[in-house]
């Protein structure tokens, strides 16, 4: 791990803006006269960066843990809306500084060359007026997280948070399946006014950020933003078209195939089917508690490669996970990266499902990936593009599932194994459905609640899998996106999901070909962070930075025969 200078005490608390102001200061008073200077400012610079994203983790993590206790929320609003934007602004003023030092064009590419490009962009897209709106955003983001981890339904005289219930929709028992489906679509239905004014108003004010930096609309100001360097939104556009022609028919036969077995006729194939088992099969149940699930997964991560399963180890020591659905926590699951701790945090619902394996997994790869960075000491390079971070994880998803015997027995684990590579095919057409209602979204900015209702429905018809019957129900289909949390609080970030599977997929073929080459591939370019571009990380792990039509239809090719290899 990078050991760092004595700059800034690592262990120093925020309370406030002052608290870290006077090393900000410290920065923009620096005299700089030589490239080595100028390094060691961008070093401490990071450094400084380091010790508030790690006291900003903390107020977020706390937040979502317990989104109902009001010492937590009021600390993750202090950062977010009153820190956050002092530091941004002092964050601008030093890298006006260090990219305007005579000294900045001549550090060596070799080192800086993406230091140089991300930072270039951030001056080019950073506007004072939209310090304030973030935090607005942000304020709003928080509210949506409050809004619905409180969210609980009574079955069977039982209060539970909404993951606990979804359970239930995998039942072989229709009437139960049934039962909970509408208590979870009528639970969530039920805060679609309050949902829309929020997203609504974020609406606006993302609108206004973009106009203030000088963009059309916020779609392309978010993808400046997010620094795609390496595709357009047309490529993400096109990426979806590949999808609906490649993907969905594959889907819509995998669905197809699913209501057969449960032996229902197309017209009686209903929205709380779509999960179900069939009769005389229960859903898979790999654990019953979140310490389970931690230490098969430990041991699962060892088998892989010892460091991984050493890496899990350290982070159970040190109290770095909460996995169980409880109420009053927020929905979802996440790696949060510490970045003076050098170790992340894993949260997630946990509810003794089989998606819960597999979200142990990926956020364990994602964890990895916190762990190989470790000796980077920028944190420009330890923040990853959000592609090759979903590459890390949803590759683990793949290269732990021959080892998913720790949870089932034989034909439980085949079954596994089919089901997740069933639901990879399955995500992509969500994934563009995702992807293109928020492009519409943003294009369209002045649009009614019932038009952009109306509009993913459009896109359910083009990239839904399956021929459900939704009569009676058409409105909570319709109002099916306020489930996506990204939709909300990560506008855009989504898309890298379908391209990072696809490097996944390739990762997972190379595996079957040369388990050594994959592993050492998969090592080495998550240790380089975000210091080259994507395309060379990518190549450094021994596959292709390409999401075409071409590759699409190559990896669908593959999946089938990984598929057609599982039959029982």
């Known amino acids: 791990m990078y050991q760092p200078s004595d700059f800034i005490p690592y262990d120093l608390t925020i309370n406030s803006w002052n608290d870290i102001k006077p090393y900000f200061d410290s920065l923009l008073n620096s005299k700089v006269s030589s490239t080595e200077e100028l390094s060691d400012l961008i070093l401490h610079y990071s450094e400084t960066l380091s010790v508030f994203h790690e006291q900003n983790a903390w107020a977020y993590i706390n937040m979502s843990r317990e989104t109902d206790n009001e010492e937590y929320v009021e600390r993750h609003e202090l950062f ?163 999808i609906e022609e490649f993907i969905v028919p594959l889907a819509r036969t995998i669905a197809e195939s699913h209501r057969q077995k449960l032996g229902l006729s197309v017209d009686d194939y209903r929205p709380w089917d779509v999960a179900g088992e069939p009769g005389g099969q229960e859903a898979l149940k790999p654990f019953k508690t979140g310490e389970e699930l931690l230490e098969k997964t430990i041991s699962i991560f060892s088998n892989i490669h010892p460091q991984f399963g050493e890496n899990l180890k350290a982070m159970k020591a040190a109290e770095l996970f909460d996995l169980e659905s409880r109420k009053g926590k927020a929905p979802g699951g996440y790696n949060y990266g510490l970045e003076t701790t050098g170790m992340p945090f894993i949260f997630m619902n946990a509810a003794g499902v089989h998606r819960n394996v597999t979200t142990m997994c990926h956020e364990g790869g994602h964890a990895m990936h916190t762990f190989l960075t470790n000796n980077e000491p920028l944190i420009h390079y330890r923040d990853t593009p959000s592609e090759m971070a979903e590459t890390a994880s949803m590759s683990m998803e793949l290269l732990t599932a021959e080892h998913w015997n720790q949870f089932y027995d034989a034909k439980d684990h085949i079954r596994a194994r089919r089901e997740h590579l069933e639901e990879i095919i399955g995500f992509f057409p969500w994934c563009a459905t995702v992807d293109a209602f928020q492009h519409w979204v943003y294009l369209n900015p002045n649009h009614t609640v019932e038009e952009r209702d109306a509009y993913f429905d459009e896109l359910n018809m083009r990239f839904t899998p399956g021929l459900v019957n939704w009569e009676g129900y058409d409105h909570y289909r319709r109002n099916g996106w306020q489930r996506q949390l990204h939709i909300f609080g990560m506008p855009f970030y989504y898309v890298e999901y379908g391209i990072a599977q696809l490097g996944a997929l390739q990762v997972y073929r190379l595996y079957k070909q040369d388990p050594k080459a994959a592993l050492e591939g998969y090592i080495k370019g998550l240790s380089l962070g975000s210091s080259k571009p994507l395309p060379e990380v990518w190549e450094a792990m021994g596959i292709k930075f390409d999401f075409s039509a071409e590759t699409l239809k190559e990896l669908v090719a593959f999946v089938q025969q990984e598929l057609a290899e599982l039959q029982d």
């Open 80 to 242: 977010a809306t009153k820190i956050a934007p002092e530091l941004e602004k002092a964050a601008n003023a030093v890298e006006k500084m260090i990219a305007g030092h005579e000294a900045f064009s001549k550090l060596p590419d070799e080192r800086y060359g993406q230091f140089k490009k991300k930072l270039k962009r951030e001056l080019e897209l950073f506007r004072e007026e939209n310090v304030e709106l973030s935090a607005e955003i942000s304020k709003l983001s928080t509210k949506y997280d409050q809004l619905t981890g409180g969210l609980t339904v009574t079955l069977d005289g039982e209060e539970m948070p909404l993951p606990k219930a979804a359970v239930r929709l995998q039942s072989a028992d229709r009437d139960v399946r049934k039962e909970a489906w509408l208590a979870i679509s009528k639970k969530r239905y039920s805060i679609k006014e309050q949902a829309d004014q929020i997203y609504n108003d974020m609406l606006k004010l993302r609108v206004k950020t973009a106009k203030n930096a000088d963009y059309d609309n916020f779609r392309d100001f978010r993808h400046d933003l997010l620094q795609r360097f390496d595709y357009t939104p047309q490529d993400t556009i096109a990426f979806q078209e590949a």
